[in-house]
């Protein structure tokens, strides 16, 4: 008989005895174990209990289903004991006539045993078996609900549906009792066995074919479905030996790295007061229902950049920008963000210390003013040169930096724009023929747009010259130089760029070659191969006696580099000779390249005769 009160028999000197003493000895110590059951575990599957299939003959591969032997608590504390392995009865599947999947459930069950022997049962007494047998028995498909209510107080209460509310400054009269979530109640009123209260334990599912009256190989995870497990009521877990281990009980080996493991699920924080090592798995960011399978991640990769070991940090699986990882202080002060698209924001100074560099592989280092939304300014390598770019502007180049190996004779720059406002590698070669270029004002020059720098382009002439580029700055832009620094720099008037190649006085060599009735040689040499503008040209002559048919005079250039110079020669007559003869008369002016040149002056009869050798010339 059920009681709120929990009584104990006490044992004293010649007591009287009677078979209701004995009841509430038996009563006192199954309820406490009970009660046991109840406080620092929750109602469940112990262990065992497993639905497993055995392969039969017959068409359409039939099986029969068999429950382990294990153990089981309910929510009455009572064990529910499978000692051996126990075949399911297809008569309990009689009322399902078709072919589908049913859930099996056990329950405590219990049965008078053991009569007297004959001879002496009592004849005034209905209840004369000896012993209880403590079994169990399976339902099939049972109906709501699976157990009987929970008594506490006299009442029947029932599951909470959400968290009970704190309790009031002044308690009520009546109070509505509350039970754990998880129905285990040591403190409740235990049933009489005598009643059979209900509490059944899910086992799992098994195939029925009410067709064929028989078991069919249930599908994957059918076996198992929802069953319950007993759990452990603690505020601490004590290990004595430092160490505390979690393990699938169902492994008899220690849990190997490649082994699932088990799965453990808290509802709520976590706090470590030491470290916490992860050996072959990874930290799996779920969302606030558990979803989203692995897509947050961060795991060790051992195959990581050459060959070593990589801490990889997974985004998701999309990558369009989205998902970030975010490190920051505060609740909102972001300060370094990498997206999932590989883009990154820095919110703070950026330094690369100790001789570190800082690779750009194949994209472009932007920059831009405070809060502006797209950059001002980018740097790129294209092929081997260095561009400066416009991002804002389509990526439009700008100037560029070129890579011109060890031929330091090469031009290093170029300025990109408008076909009337570029000034290319080629044309700055052909503009100042690889020599030295100054910029500096013609004052007699005229134009419209005074206070401008300007290289003609090729197909100009006369006033805005023919060297082959230009590069043309308003006089009204500011950001070179400003108006008045452009009118001291020019002076106002028209300032254009052309070429000193070392300065004009060092870049003539003359010669003086005096001959009397005879012949003078001189020979100017250079040192180096180099452009020439070279002619000899007679000063003054004396002759001596009147002039006559016998008189000559001649002047010219004898040898370029030791050969005939190029051009026309002139022979015949009494002092020039036949033709391709030294005697002749070769030219007296030379345009070309040249290390040296050979003047020479002849004098004919009775005259002395005076003559100047000039070259011009300038380095290759």
Request: aromatic content about 6%.
């Amino acid at each position: 008989m059920a009681t709120d009160q929990i009584e104990r028999l006490r044992y004293f000197q010649h007591q009287y005895l009677g078979a209701v003493d004995f009841e509430d000895q038996q009563i006192y110590h199954r309820d406490m174990r009970r009660r046991h059951n109840l406080g620092q575990h929750t109602w469940g599957i112990i262990t065992g209990l497993e639905l497993v299939e055995q392969p039969q003959p017959g068409p359409n591969a039939p099986v029969d289903v068999y429950v382990l032997p294990g153990m089981a608590v309910d929510g009455f504390g009572r064990e529910i004991i499978v000692p051996q392995p126990t075949l399911l009865d297809p008569l309990l599947f009689d009322s399902f006539g078709n072919l589908g999947h049913r859930a099996v459930w056990i329950a405590y069950d219990e049965e008078r045993a053991r009569r007297p022997a004959p001879g002496y049962e009592q004849c005034d007494v209905a209840d004369q078996f000896g012993r209880v047998l403590e079994s169990f028995r399976f339902d099939v498909e049972p109906k709501k609900p699976t157990h009987d209510p929970v008594m506490v107080g006299g009442k029947a209460v029932q599951t909470p549906i959400s968290p009970p509310p704190a309790p009031p400054a002044v308690p009520p009269a009546t109070v509505d009792l509350t039970i754990p979530y998880d129905e285990s109640v040591p403190y409740q009123e235990f049933p009489d066995d005598d009643t059979s209260p209900r509490w059944l334990v899910r086992l799992g599912s098994v195939n029925w074919d009410g067709v064929n009256i028989q078991f069919m190989p249930a599908a994957a995870g059918k076996l198992s479905e929802g069953r319950c497990y007993a759990g452990a009521v603690a505020a601490e877990v004590l290990a004595p030996a430092g160490s505390l281990l979690l393990k699938d009980r169902g492994s008899n080996s220690p849990l190997a790295a490649a082994a699932p493991g088990v799965t453990v699920t808290v509802e709520g924080s976590v706090h470590v007061k030491r470290d916490v090592q992860i050996h072959g798995g990874k930290l799996d960011f779920r969302d606030a229902t558990g979803g989203g399978g692995e897509m947050f991640t961060a795991s060790r990769r051992e195959a990581g950049g050459a060959g070593g070991i990589d801490l990889r940090v997974k985004l998701g699986d999309a990558t369009d920008g989205k998902n970030r990882l975010v490190v920051g202080s505060g609740a909102t002060d972001d300060k370094v963000l990498i997206a999932d698209n590989g883009d990154t924001d820095v919110r703070g100074n950026l330094s690369v210390r100790t001789s570190k560099n800082l690779l750009v592989d194949g994209g472009q280092l932007r920059i831009q003013k405070l809060g502006e939304g797209s950059a001002d300014w980018g740097l790129k390598v294209n092929q081997e040169d260095l561009q400066f770019i416009e991002p804002d502007d389509g990526d439009r180049v700008v100037f560029e930096v070129l890579d011109v190996g060890d031929d330091l004779s090469a031009p290093v720059l170029r300025l990109h724009g408008q076909p009337n406002a570029t000034l290319s590698s080629n044309q700055l070669v052909d503009l100042t023929d690889g020599g030295i270029t100054t910029l500096h004002t013609h004052v007699t020059a005229t134009t419209t747009q005074r206070g401008m720098v300007e290289i003609a382009e090729n197909a100009e002439v006369a006033g805005l010259g023919d060297s082959g580029a230009r590069l043309v700055v308003a006089a009204d832009d500011t950001r070179l130089l400003t108006q008045g620094q452009k009118n001291e720099l020019t002076n106002g008037v028209l300032t254009s760029l052309h070429h000193h190649p070392n300065g004009i006085l060092n870049n003539v060599r003359i010669e003086l070659l005096f001959a009397d009735n005879g012949t003078s040689i001189t020979t100017i040499n250079l040192g180096s191969v180099k452009r020439v503008v070279a002619f000899i040209y007679l000063s003054a002559m004396d002759p001596r006696a009147d002039f006559d048919s016998g008189d000559g005079f001649f002047a010219d250039i004898f040898k370029v580099d030791g050969a005939t110079p190029p051009g026309i020669s002139w022979n015949g007559g009494a002092h020039l000779g036949a033709a391709g003869s030294d005697s002749n008369l070769f030219v007296n002016a030379y345009a070309g390249t040249a290390q040296s040149l050979t003047f020479r002056l002849r004098s004919t009869e009775d005259a002395s005769v005076w003559a100047a050798a000039v070259v011009h010339f300038e380095n290759l």
